[in-house]
């Protein structure tokens, strides 16, 4: 039986073995993760914890609805074997909520075709082989990016100040983004703080022969994965393979340890394309997109 918990309700300690040991185990599930991003967050319970469903929650003009927070990559259902029933989960979530907008995972696989699920895409890259047999993969404006980067001296900077990468962002991918608020950024801040106290995300910083940043990221690590959370160049120097060089570094350290790369995800097709010129492979996830609201879009865009 499915039941709703609200998060004060939650017994966090089953809650947080079922998300790491979960066939679908991923870092955004945690409760301490969520905690920080979510304005507010409750669980569908399957059983004794069998397996759960994490939903962000804001209210608007009286209205509880289900939202997608920001540095949050994916979500969906968490369970201890593949028997899940999916759609028992989405029939109590649209008991629940009127309004859902949130995204699964990689590995909530639903053939079924439904008109509440929209397909998106994101680029991983296995790293299970040695650096040079993955470098091959590169494709040719690659490793003319590296041999750039190599020629104009880039240094790499692990362990820098988050405050530098979030200045970056919003001096340059923060403009294009003007809906990426300033109570965003602190929330940011705040969960790559956390991250590097646990041991489960890192800083990496580009900086050039006059000791300027010009491209940094976040990375986060969990089980075999790593993945790309958040990550910027300066937009005025980015002629000498910047972006290629911070991705290349962070490939070249992780694949020690780890089986896959994930980019972090884009359905656009320029930013797919450069991910997918690492040698990555594109893999599909679905993001649901409910409305039993007749005013939703005066309600979302108000």
Same mark, same amino acid.
């Given at each position: 039986m499915i039941t709703y918990v609200k998060r004060q309700d939650l017994n966090v300690a089953k809650y947080n073995v079922c998300i790491e040991n979960s066939i679908q185990s991923n870092i955004y599930g945690f409760s301490w993760y969520l905690d920080i991003v979510a304005d507010t967050w409750a669980i569908l319970v399957l059983d004794d914890y069998k397996a759960v469903m994490p939903i962000p929650i804001r209210k608007k003009y009286g209205i509880k609805y289900v939202y997608p927070p920001f540095w949050l990559l994916e979500l969906g259902?968490?369970?201890?074997?593949?028997?899940?029933?999916?759609?028992?989960?989405?029939?109590?979530?649209?008991?629940?909520?009127?309004?859902?907008? @949130?995204?699964?995972?990689?590995?909530?696989?639903?053939?079924?075709? @439904?008109?509440f699920l929209i397909d998106k895409q994101m680029q991983l890259l296995s790293i299970k082989d040695d650096y040079e047999a993955v470098f091959d993969g590169y494709r040719k404006d690659r490793k003319k990016d590296l041999r750039k980067a190599q020629n104009a001296n880039l240094v790499e900077k692990w362990g820098d100040s988050p405050e530098n990468l979030i200045q970056l962002f919003k001096n340059n991918v923060g403009k294009r983004t003007p809906y990426i608020t300033g109570k965003d950024y602190i929330v940011l801040e705040k969960l790559i703080n956390t991250c590097i106290k646990k041991g489960v995300g890192e800083m990496l910083s580009i900086y050039n022969e006059e000791n300027t940043l010009v491209a940094s990221g976040f990375f986060l690590k969990h089980q075999h994965k790593v993945t790309i959370l958040v990550s910027s160049t300066d937009f005025k120097h980015r002629k000498n393979g910047e972006n290629t060089f911070l991705i290349d570094r962070a490939i070249f350290k992780y694949q020690h340890k780890y089986d896959i790369f994930h980019f972090g995800g884009s359905s656009m097709e320029s930013i797919a394309k450069f991910f997918l010129s690492f040698g990555a492979e594109t893999h599909t996830y679905q993001q649901i997109k409910y409305s039993n609201l007749p005013f939703l879009v005066k309600l979302f865009k108000s």
């Open positions: 259902v968490f369970s201890l074997d593949d028997s899940i029933n999916y759609q028992s989960f989405f029939d109590m979530l649209f008991k629940k909520f009127k309004a859902v907008e @949130t995204r699964l995972n990689v590995d909530n696989r639903i053939s079924k075709s @439904t008109v």
